[in-house]
């Protein structure tokens, strides 16, 4: 950081972006290469892989973002989390330190979702206004950032002991596209990075730094340009704006709970799909008393998390699943849509294995007695996968501002999720579908297990062709404010089958590319 | 207990953050001890009976034949404090009465897993069983010298991973 910039707080030449995940932490950079000035605000505070923990419940306690949110709605983390319907992190880097590091494209149907599957009672599918033809340069750009595996040449990770039991059950059913996965873990040495040394902990903070995450690449590669401060412990409460309805800047608590105002030419919200609308719901004013960008009625809706759920197997000889990466390991044959399996969209199985104190929290929540610790007494025993499957946008499924504040007096985020008959037939299938593979190889028991706190947190704010139908152009660039922009996961029109980071971060070396050009054309 | 028996204990290094014994227990004045005086937890604002079915419940809550009751002790010491007396004297006095009701003196008294299982069934929605229940989950689990209990080997990146310590030894398929 020798050469971190530092900005006045009235400095309204800057570009202010919220966030510094996947979203955030590479727009930062991505502009700050292009010789933008940029301000990151970043709630929680910054650690490397030094500083990471193999240990599962430490690490949440170092990294998650614990501040109080609460749920509503039939989903069963409500009931069983009801205080963490997400498990991502609040730090510099956001949930890239947390992240699995899966990294693939969407399939090209995909981003045509009411056109390909047709309208869905209960559902408000919608078309992004970008396809396929559109992202295909930009996704090269963030496979080359990432140095996902299994593109442009990079060798695949070596399978560990969990996805051999994968792959073998997924072959002996007859399925073809099972691999190690594109996975921004590296399997030699890139950009600076070690090779992965198979220590498992993926979701604590790779401490190799094997894996990418924005905390250790983008962030410093940003500060080193001069262009980029990063102020962490910076929790953002209000995004002002002028009687023209053009943002000015933010208010925001600084690390000793003072209040700053930041001016801003451009702001950029970044929070994930929980944080994102909260703050622009927050920041409602006389002349948007919706909250700001809210014109549609669309902030907050919408809200998808994947159709998720994990199976695990038992075995009658040891598996040891929790040795190695955490997820280099998926099978693709069921991502495709098709009608004719009883629902809409497709799914991933993508190799999983928890820690013995997470599977203790997350194999059954609630449930005792011996029907639960017999089979944790097999854990030695076990093989993992997770179900990532595309899920339907419900305008019900929303984030609203609850009656409960934070420490700031902000009111905080109120998550309303239930299923659709759609996700349920799709998660009924996967479960049908992963237990199948593991029955193959012998598994004595098989536990169809329910979704976790989510991590996979879509829409909220979504990309619409018409300002009606959503938030943000297809530049993420709110309908309402040409410049207040969205800029993470809560742009997400739909949610596709597959892990969002690497759209997350395409959508965002995009954005950047066109933030820069508009600037320096003086539009913005 | 007698005296001999107790200075036995005390000569013993208690267990920092708690102990032992459930219905195994033997109770002395202020202990929860192992019958063979292994191990021994001081309690101070419960006692030494609550102490003990609180254990036992907790190893009824999660069964683990092949984990000692001192690990069970541990994961339930935390309620021996002032603030946890009311609120685990109420529940330890429903689960009795329970007992009582079925024919038994008490709850640790019951001889079979099943019939105490059938009470913590019957109150497993209530705030006193969901409370000890939920704090277990990290209580028993989260403590490292269980893990070895279920093959599971924890940290691993000071050791350099897996890349050379087994990732992928899978040798029965």
């Keep these: ?524 | 207990m007698s005296e001999a028996r107790t200075k036995g204990l005390t000569r013993r290094a208690l267990l920092s953050r708690a102990v032992a014994a459930g219905a195994l227990a033997v109770t002395g004045v202020g202990f929860v001890a192992a019958p063979d005086a292994a191990w021994a937890v001081q309690v101070t604002a419960i006692s030494e009976h609550q102490m003990a079915t609180l254990l036992q419940m907790a190893r009824d809550i999660y069964p683990h034949d092949r984990i000692g009751d001192r690990y069970y002790a541990i994961a339930v010491k935390g309620y021996d404090t002032p603030e946890s007396a009311a609120m685990v004297a109420e529940g330890i006095a429903a689960l009795d009465a329970a007992a009582q009701a079925a024919g038994h003196a008490d709850y640790v008294s019951m001889g079979w897993e099943a019939d105490r299982v059938a009470i913590l069934r019957d109150m497993q929605d209530g705030a006193f069983f969901q409370t000890v229940r939920g704090g277990l989950v990290t209580g028993l689990y989260n403590q490292k010298e269980v893990w070895p209990i279920f093959g599971y080997e924890g940290e691993s990146f000071s050791q350099g991973g897996y890349i050379d310590r087994g990732f992928d030894d899978i040798d029965w398929l």
């Design chain 1, 1 to 524: 950081m020798a050469n971190a910039a530092k900005f006045e707080l009235t400095d309204d030449s800057v570009v202010v972006i919220i966030g510094t995940g996947a979203g955030g932490g590479v727009l930062a950079n991505e502009l700050a290469q292009k010789g933008v000035k940029v301000v990151a605000l970043e709630a929680g505070g910054r650690y490397l892989p030094e500083d990471y923990v193999n240990d599962e419940w430490d690490s949440f306690g170092q990294l998650a973002w614990t501040d109080p949110r609460t749920t509503s709605g039939d989903w069963r983390v409500a009931k069983d989390f009801g205080g963490l319907p997400a498990w991502i992190v609040k730090a510099v880097g956001g949930t890239t330190t947390h992240w699995a590091g899966a990294s693939i494209r969407f399939q090209d149907h995909e981003w045509k979702a009411l056109t390909t599957y047709g309208a869905v009672e209960g559902a408000n599918l919608l078309d992004w206004p970008i396809d396929a033809a559109e992202m295909a340069p930009w996704y090269d750009l963030a496979e080359a950032k990432l140095g996902v595996t299994l593109t442009e040449g990079r060798e695949g990770l070596p399978g560990n002991n969990n996805y051999k039991v994968f792959e073998a059950g997924a072959k002996a059913l007859g399925y073809t596209e099972v691999h190690t996965g594109r996975m921004a873990i590296n399997s030699a040495d890139y950009d600076d990075r070690p090779a992965c040394q198979q220590t498992g902990f993926c979701f604590q903070g790779c401490k190799w730094g094997a894996k990418w995450s924005s905390a250790y690449t983008d962030i410093p590669r940003g500060e080193a340009t001069g262009n980029l401060e990063v102020r962490d412990h910076a929790h953002v409460a209000r995004i002002l704006h002028n009687d023209a309805g053009r943002v000015t800047g933010v208010e925001y608590f600084d690390r000793d709970g003072n209040l700053q105002f930041q001016a801003a030419r451009i702001v950029a919200v970044a929070g994930n799909s929980f944080e994102s609308p909260r703050l622009l719901l927050n920041s409602a004013s006389d002349m948007f008393p919706d909250g700001l960008a809210n014109s549609s009625g669309h902030v907050g809706r919408n809200y998808m998390r994947h159709t998720t759920g994990s199976v695990y197997g038992i075995f009658e000889k040891p598996v040891r699943m929790w040795r190695g990466t955490t997820m280099a390991g998926i099978m693709q044959d069921e991502s495709r849509h098709d009608p004719a399996r009883g629902f809409v969209g497709g799914y991933e199985l993508e190799t999983l294995a928890l820690g013995l104190p997470f599977m203790a929290a997350f194999l059954d929540p609630g449930s005792w007695g011996r029907e639960f610790t017999s089979a944790l007494d097999q854990y030695e025993y076990m093989a993992g996968m997770w179900i990532v499957g595309e899920d339907m946008p419900q305008e019900t499924n929303r984030v609203t501002l609850s009656d409960t504040v934070d420490r700031f007096g902000l009111r905080v985020a109120n998550v309303n999720f239930s299923d659709h008959p759609n996700d349920v037939a799709m998660r009924n299938h996967a479960y049908e579908r992963g237990q199948a593979m593991y029955r193959a190889m012998g598994a004595t028991r098989t536990l169809p297990t329910p979704p976790y706190p989510s991590t996979h947190n879509l829409g909220t704010n979504r990309m619409s062709e018409r300002p009606e139908d959503g938030v943000v152009n297809k530049w993420g660039q709110t309908h309402d404010i040409p410049n207040l922009f969205v800029s993470d996961g809560s742009q997400f029109t739909t949610g596709a089958a597959e892990n969002p980071t690497l759209t997350i971060v395409a959508l965002a070396i995009r954005q950047a590319d066109h933030i820069a050009r508009e600037m320096a054309s003086g539009t913005l």
